[in-house]
C-alpha cells in the first residue's frame, strides 16, 4: 500500500509565521503535489513536483514555495503566513506514468 | 464554465438503495477518470478509476463512462451509512488532476 504521511494534522500558526509543511511517501514516487482545499473551492493545486530538485507552479502558488532535497520528501514553505492561508493541506504523490494520486492525511493549518 | 462539475448535493437515499453520483466534464482530450471518497475532517481515498468507455465493477461500486457525452458516475449498490462521505471526481489528460468540488452523499437508516 502507498503510504503518505505529513508531519502535522492541526497546526496554529501566528500571521507573519515561516510555515513549513512536510510530506513523506514511501513508494519512491517520482511525482508529488500539494494542494489547499477549502469549502466550495475544492481541491486547488499549489506546487508539484516530478523529480529531486524540480518544482512547477500549480494554479495557486502565490504566497508559497516548495523544497525537493530528496525524492521522498516533498515540503512546502510559506514564508510569511496570513489569515487567508487558514486551510486543509493535501500533499499527494504519483508514479510517474500512471495518473492516480495517493494522498496523505491532511494538515489543517490554521493563522491567527 | 467549470472544468469538472458535480452537483453538491446532499444526495440523500435509504439504506440499501442505490446511489448514484454524477459527473461532467469539459476537456474532450481527457483520458483518465477518477472518483475520490473524502470523509469530514479527512483526506481523499481513492476508490475507483475507470479509462475507457462503458462499466467497471469493483465490489459495490461501479464506474461508468461516456467520453461522447463527457459524462462519468459512480454507482454505489446497497448504501450503507458508512458511505456517507463526500465523493470526488477527478479528470486528467496530464499527470496533473482536475477536481470537482464533490457531492455529498448521506445514508440514513
Known amino acids: 500500500d502507498v503510504k503518505v504521511t505529513q508531519s502535522s494534522r492541526y497546526l496554529v500558526k501566528r500571521t507573519g509565521e515561516k510555515v513549513f509543511l512536510e510530506c513523506v511517501q514511501d513508494?519512491?514516487?517520482?511525482?508529488m503535489f500539494w494542494y489547499r482545499q477549502d469549502p466550495g473551492l475544492g481541491l486547488r493545486l499549489i506546487y508539484f513536483?516530478?523529480?529531486?530538485?524540480?518544482?512547477e507552479k500549480g494554479d495557486i502558488p502565490e504566497g508559497y514555495s516548495v523544497s525537493r532535497e530528496k525524492k521522498e520528501r516533498f515540503s512546502l514553505i510559506l514564508e510569511s503566513a496570513s489569515t487567508n492561508q487558514t486551510s486543509m493541506y493535501l500533499c499527494?504523490?504519483?508514479?510517474?506514468?500512471?495518473?492516480?494520486?495517493?494522498f496523505g492525511p491532511g494538515t489543517r493549518l490554521t493563522v491567527t | 464554465q467549470k472544468e469538472v462539475e458535480q452537483n453538491s448535493g446532499p444526495l440523500s437515499v435509504p439504506e440499501g438503495a442505490i446511489a448514484s453520483l454524477n459527473c461532467t466534464y469539459s476537456d474532450r482530450g481527457s483520458q483518465s477518470f477518477f472518483w475520490y471518497r473524502q470523509y469530514s475532517g479527512k483526506s481523499p481515498e481513492l476508490i475507483m478509476s475507470?479509462?475507457?468507455?462503458g462499466d467497471k465493477e469493483d465490489g459495490r461500486f461501479t464506474a461508468q463512462l461516456n467520453k461522447a457525452s463527457q459524462y462519468v458516475s459512480l454507482l454505489i449498490r446497497d448504501s450503507q451509512p458508512s458511505d456517507s462521505a463526500t465523493y470526488l471526481c477527478?479528470?486528467?489528460?496530464?499527470?496533473?488532476?482536475?477536481f470537482g468540488t464533490g457531492t455529498r452523499l448521506q445514508v440514513f437508516p
Open positions: 477527478a479528470v486528467s489528460n496530464t499527470d496533473k488532476l482536475i
Open positions: 513536483s516530478y523529480d529531486v530538485k524540480m518544482k
Open positions: 475507470i479509462y475507457s468507455n
Open positions: 513508494m519512491d514516487h517520482e511525482n
Open positions: 499527494a504523490s504519483q508514479y510517474q506514468g500512471a495518473y492516480e494520486q495517493y
